[in-house]
């Protein structure tokens, strides 16, 4: 039973783990790049963070706690609105993509500069996204702003 | 001859109407034939299922009238309408004809004494039902509460009536643990918590009385997070409720809570209730491994430590974030007599067990003695998820919201996720 349990902990992490593994070793081809090293540091924040809510393959729970994987603000060009939502979090009751989610999103306002830029990086370049990284920079200025 | 045959059971089926009684139900003839895959649901030897709708829309609660048409109460307007009303012109078991009403959107909806009452999140209305059990007029119901808090969080209105003139409405907490700040990493709890003055329990109306607010209601419990599911057992004339435990141990206080231990903690949880009872959300919450209550990590506990105050214990607990969304006493005499007076839970499945695999998705039954409930519980009708094991939400294809029993005793199952209404029977041998 209890082999049973951890044999699926196991599973579950390894089938997750998968996607972001199979997408480093596209980027690993010849390039060591800051963009892979900021992916691997996000996906240990989205773990810890994030996953529960946005589920593992970030498609979110239907009515509650929007998908991020193909979300079009996710995948857009607004990074401040990104930043903004994960500094302040997230509890108006607006409509994402034609549909309304019940949950609030806490604010994760002690994550460094850095690790918004990670997460933010990771969930736009993770599943079936691809947009623009995040830096420490951005989150920095949208910071100033944001107090 | 097949013609001949469906034909001899209707008229049998009409001739059993007429004669109405309840003893006798158990001898109707089925002239409703299951899907040959029963709706791709797993069910004990001897039941059955069909697929009466599908498409429905966000179906939540559901009630099915006398002549087996069903109302289902939406989350999301379908078509502009927030109920829908199905109707089975044919007798063959499945929707012909579909009509929509009702300009609001919610989930508790019940049918009690000649009357269809339905929720907003934040209102309670009820319709006078004709003799055939249709709603005459559809766009002027009678608002009975009104004015009801709504937050957005845990804002599912459900309802049940008692046979004394009285309904109780679900008013569920707008927050997960009552944190200064919602489901934020070491936020901790308000003390007093300010939400249970207006939600976090149960308050009692009069059925009958029209444009009630908090004033008029009484608070019949308290301490209770959000009960999905509520109903009255008229066997014991006791209200019966199930509720969704926290979330989030893990994320919130990781320094007491493991993956693990967030997967398998709190139980979810059943309790009969009494007036003025309080189940100790968001102070306490029921451990269903060490069996006993522990103070929550908001208001100092560590995952051990016992509350001061004594709070109401669970009559029964499940595991842990099933979100069990309805409750059903079931009262018919179609089922075998080991289900008659015992209780469905319909359990919407869980989101937040990461890293292990989701769990619930399906109707358990909790076999009940002498109007309590024996400890024991079964997994009814499963297969709703249509995959082996939930690893992510987006890959589920029903979650069990509803439920509700026929004229005949077949049991009624709405899904929030694609709008299908289960329609499950028993055609063994009693």
Not at chain 1, 49 to 78: I, W
Request: aromatic share 10%; with cysteine.
């Amino acid at each position: 039973m209890k082999r049973n349990m951890i044999e699926r902990i196991a599973n579950c992490y390894s089938a997750f783990l998968l996607t972001g593994t199979l997408l480093l070793s596209f980027t690993a081809k010849g390039q060591t790049t800051t963009l892979e090293a900021s992916m691997q540091r996000g996906k240990t924040i989205y773990v810890q963070r994030c996953v529960a809510c946005h589920q593992p393959d970030g498609g979110g729970v239907p009515h509650m706690n929007p998908p991020l994987d193909g979300a079009s603000a996710v995948k857009g060009k607004d990074k401040f609105r990104l930043i903004q939502v994960i500094v302040k979090g997230m509890t108006d009751r607006v409509e994402i993509d034609g549909e309304f989610y019940s949950n609030n999103m806490a604010p994760h306002a002690d994550l460094t500069d850095q690790q918004v830029a990670d997460v933010l990086t990771y969930i736009r370049n993770n599943w079936s996204n691809k947009a623009g990284a995040v830096t420490p920079a951005e989150v920095k200025a949208a910071r100033a702003k944001l107090k | 001859m097949y013609k001949s045959i469906s034909l001899f059971l209707l008229v049998a089926c009409v001739a059993c109407d007429s004669t109405a009684g309840d003893t006798l139900q158990h001898r109707k003839p089925i002239t409703v034939l299951p899907d040959s895959n029963n709706a791709g649901l797993k069910l004990p030897n001897g039941f059955s299922a069909l697929k009466v709708a599908e498409n429905m829309g966000r179906a939540r609660h559901i009630a099915v009238n006398q002549q087996g048409d069903i109302y289902v109460k939406l989350e999301r307007k379908l078509n502009g309408n927030g109920i829908m009303y199905l109707r089975d012109l044919n007798k063959d078991g499945r929707t012909e004809e579909v009509n929509g009403f009702g300009n609001y959107t919610g989930t508790g909806i019940a049918i009690h004494k000649g009357y269809l009452y339905a929720s907003s999140d934040e209102e309670v209305f009820r319709y006078k039902l004709n003799d055939k059990g249709e709603v005459e007029n559809r766009e002027a119901p009678e608002k009975i509460i009104t004015g009801l808090i709504n937050r957005r969080q845990h804002a599912s209105k459900s309802i049940t009536l008692d046979n004394n003139g009285n309904i109780y409405v679900n008013i569920g907490a707008f927050s997960n643990s009552c944190q200064e700040k919602d489901r934020q990493t070491g936020s901790m709890g308000m003390n007093p918590c300010p939400i249970l003055d207006s939600a976090g329990g149960v308050w009692q109306f009069k059925a009958n009385v029209l444009n009630q607010t908090y004033a008029n209601g009484v608070r019949y419990a308290t301490g209770l997070r959000n009960v999905v599911g509520l109903d009255w057992n008229t066997q014991t004339n006791k209200l019966f409720v199930t509720q969704h435990g926290r979330d989030q141990l893990n994320n919130l206080f990781p320094q007491y809570y493991d993956d693990k231990a967030n997967a398998e903690l709190p139980a979810e949880t059943m309790y009969e209730i009494n007036p003025g009872d309080n189940a100790g959300w968001p102070y306490a919450y029921f451990d269903n491994q060490q069996n006993k209550l522990i103070l929550a990590p908001e208001y100092g506990g560590d995952g051990k430590k016992a509350p001061t105050t004594s709070f109401k214990v669970p009559d029964m607990a499940f595991p842990a974030h099933m979100a069990p969304n309805a409750l059903l006493f079931y009262t018919g005499n179609q089922f075998p007599a080991r289900y008659k007076n015992g209780a469905f839970i319909a359990f919407h499945g869980s989101w937040n067990r990461f890293p292990l695999p989701q769990e619930g998705f399906y109707v358990a039954f909790i076999p009940f003695e002498n109007g309590k409930p024996t400890g024991k519980w079964e997994v009814f009708a499963n297969g709703f998820s249509g995959v082996e094991v939930v690893n992510n939400l987006r890959a589920v294809a029903h979650r069990p919201c509803g439920l509700a029993q026929g004229p005949d005793g077949s049991l009624y199952v709405s899904d929030d996720n694609k709008g299908s209404i289960f329609r499950i029977m028993y055609q063994g041998n009693q």
